[in-house]
């Protein structure tokens, strides 16, 4: 399936590009527990992220008990540049396709979600193009025997 990069405010203009935006690849997804199905979700694909992250207030709506999980230490893109989040397995709904993954869910990360190699990349596989305008990605789910 084929998607659009989603374009990203910035509070200034890149120094680099002068755009006062910036492009990012998105996704909506949903997150299942206990039968509980959170509102569409916007989720950055980054292959540089470990895990799948979630914004902790968005497992609390769910009824997971955040803090009960298993603490899992990270750094990066939360507001204090590294904390702790908390390990609980999930289903997730990405592209039409719902599978069971590991979300660790933080507090003050500075997007909803974040979606990385366990639990995302570990079933999809991601082509980036930025020839058109916008960029855009497709996604395969890898076929498992």
């Known amino acids: ?7 990203f405010p910035l509070t200034t203009p ?3 590009t ?7 690849p998105a996704l909506k997804v949903l997150l299942w527990y206990n ?3 959170s509102a569409p979700l916007e989720a950055i694909l980054d292959t540089g992220a470990d895990h799948c992250f979630f914004d902790a207030e968005i497992g609390e709506a769910l009824g997971v008990p955040v803090t009960k999980g298993i603490p899992v230490p990270f750094t990066g893109f939360v507001r204090d540049a590294n904390g702790t989040g908390f390990l609980h397995r999930l289903q997730i709904t990405v592209a039409a396709q ?14 909803s979600g974040i ?3 366990v639990g995302f990349f570990e079933h999809f596989v991601a082509t980036f193009d930025w020839t058109p305008d ?3 990605f497709d996604i395969q789910r890898i076929p498992r025997n």
């Not at 399936?1 to 374009?7: A, C, I, L």
């Not at 719902?98 to 997007?111: D, Q, S």
């Open 1 to 7: 399936m084929r998607f659009p990069y989603k374009s």
């Open 14 to 16: 890149n120094p680099v």
């Open 18 to 24: 002068k755009q006062d935006f910036i492009w990012r």
């Open 35 to 37: 039968h509980q199905r």
């Open 98 to 111: 719902t599978i069971e993954a590991p979300i660790v869910f933080a507090f003050g990360i500075t997007t």
């Open 115 to 117: 979606l990385g190699q």
């Open 134 to 136: 916008p960029p855009c």
